[in-house]
């Protein structure tokens, strides 16, 4: 029987609760699954390194033996390529994430017509997650109980009091 690939791309700046609800889904469906990090010059300045954003990324998952942790740069679809791939996992929250999921969905299509855009949706506890709130909390000192694993709040609190420390401007959009 074919083996299934997916690639589960995004900026992970943190990991959150959301994300890992989608890979403990993706695991299942997938035969293997790559949590790839999008370095992403677009993106701005992100809050975590690349290797931070690893760390977290494999330390919530060492456990699932068919997920993989993983960086790339440039086009996904290159990526999916190199990795050999057939899929391609995303998650929608809202209908308000739908209309740019099918804009890159279609257009990744077009370059790699290979490989299908998979959407699966978080457990409705989630719907409102993301990293860009997180990190909005997070600044300004509410609870992220429930939202981040606690290894990534630990993470989240010492950056916070670090930036503050060095007045530097912290990224939340
Ligand atoms: O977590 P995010 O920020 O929603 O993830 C967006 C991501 C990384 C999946 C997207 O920006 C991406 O695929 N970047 C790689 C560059 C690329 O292939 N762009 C064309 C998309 S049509």
Avoid: W
């Avoid at 290797?51 to 494999?58: F, T, V």
């Avoid at 068919?66 to 996992?89: P, Q, S």
């Avoid at 909005?136 to 950056?159: D, K, M, Q, S, Y």
């Amino acid at each position: 029987m074919k083996q299934i690939a997916a690639i589960y791309p995004g900026s992970f700046d943190p990991v959150t609760n959301g994300h890992l609800d989608l890979i403990y889904r993706g695991c299942k469906l997938f035969d293997h699954l790559i949590v790839a990090i999008a370095q992403n010059p677009d993106k701005g300045g992100s809050l975590f390194s690349l290797g931070e954003r690893m760390e977290m990324l494999r330390a919530m998952t060492a456990e699932i033996d068919n997920v993989t942790v993983d960086a790339f740069e440039g086009l996904l679809m290159n990526y999916c390529i190199e990795k050999h791939a057939n899929a391609v996992l995303r998650g929608i929250r809202a209908v308000s994430d739908y209309e740019f999921e099918l804009q890159m969905a279609l257009m990744n299509r077009k370059m790699e017509p290979s490989v299908e855009t998979v959407f699966m949706m978080p457990a409705e506890k989630y719907s409102y997650l993301s990293s860009s709130i997180v990190r909005e909390i997070a600044v300004f000192g509410g609870p992220l109980n429930g939202l981040v694993p606690e290894l990534v709040e630990e993470h989240l609190r010492r950056r916070v009091a670090e930036k503050r420390a060095a007045a530097v401007e912290i990224p939340t959009k």
